[in-house]
């Protein structure tokens, strides 16, 4: 199936330099277990975005939708 994912952090620094706001948006194809696993994934790990992402040394709040793609 195909869903659109949108992130969105809030009071983040990347490299040393605060952003108020970041949005990133895109669409995959992936199938029910693999929506679960990262779902659970966000839900479980504290640092799961710092881990992820080179530079990104800190993030206030985030959040992450999942929604399908007609």
Known sequence: M???FTLTMDDVVVN????DNI???WEEEVDQEQVMELSQ???TSR???TSRMIGL???GES???IE???
């Open 63 to 65: 959040s992450l939708t």
């Open 16 to 19: 040393e330099q605060h952003l």
């Open 2 to 4: 195909k869903v659109k």
């Open 23 to 25: 949005v990133l948006d």
């Open 41 to 43: 994934k966000w839900i």
């Open 68 to 70: 399908p793609v007609d």
């Open 47 to 49: 640092n799961f975005l």
């Open 57 to 59: 040394d800190h993030v």
